[in-house]
């Protein structure tokens, strides 16, 4: 078992009284990754849209649900545990379901009753960071209760591995990197 108590950049990276040296930067913990739209979406970034849901002829992104041409999208959770912690990180991607599993969880969603969805198929629909050697992504799409998002869990492949097994702090590092949040040199020592 990893000692992440005793990783100095672990302590620093959650203590929120630790300022960098070089800036000033201060931590709160493991920080999750969300992705505003499915890789596929060709009508730009919901969020800087300022609009509740965008929507562009029949096309329409908001939160939770994506709907581009024949293709249906819901927002999701795909988890990764954290080797020697109890903590999580989390991807907020997007899974593409079957237009009839999209319907039907919409509606379970409405009635709700989506704990009470069994779940299906789904492929993952965002690039994620540190995982670029794992292009179309078959996943089960689980959901989880009511008030929570459903959970993505890759179906083989390196993904699976670390949803299973967990990554290190130097995985969740080089995540976060890739992502263009390079925080290393802010947790070194002064």
């Known amino acids: 078992m990893i000692d992440l108590a005793n990783d100095p950049r672990w302590q620093r990276f959650n203590d929120t009284g630790y300022e960098c040296p070089c800036c000033g930067e201060s931590f709160d913990g493991i920080f999750d990754?969300?992705?505003?739209?499915?890789?596929?979406?060709?009508?730009g970034n919901r969020a800087q849209s300022g609009e509740a849901t965008l929507t562009i002829g029949e096309d329409k992104l908001g939160s939770e649900y994506c709907v581009y041409n024949e293709h249906r999208f819901v927002r999701c959770l795909v988890e990764l545990p954290i080797f020697g912690s109890s903590e999580r990180f989390a991807f907020?991607?997007?899974?593409?379901?079957?237009?009839?599993?999209?319907?039907?969880?919409?509606?379970?969603?409405?009635?709700?009753?989506?704990?009470?969805?069994?779940?299906?198929?789904?492929?993952?629909?965002?690039?994620?960071?540190?995982?670029?050697?794992?292009?179309?992504?078959?996943?089960?799409?689980?959901?989880?209760?009511?008030?929570?998002?459903?959970?993505?869990?890759a179906q083989d492949g390196p993904l699976r591995d670390a949803q299973v097994k967990g990554i290190t702090f130097d995985q969740l590092l080089d995540i976060y990197q890739e992502s263009g949040s390079d925080i290393r040199p802010h947790l070194m020592q002064s």
Request: charged share 20%; proline share 8%.
């Open 33 to 43: 990754i969300a992705f505003d739209h499915p890789e596929v979406w060709p009508h």
């Open 92 to 153: 907020g991607a997007w899974g593409s379901l079957h237009p009839d599993n999209f319907t039907a969880y919409v509606q379970a969603v409405q009635d709700n009753t989506e704990d009470r969805f069994e779940g299906c198929f789904s492929w993952l629909s965002n690039a994620l960071p540190g995982f670029s050697d794992c292009d179309s992504i078959g996943c089960d799409f689980k959901p989880i209760d009511t008030r929570t998002r459903p959970r993505l869990w």
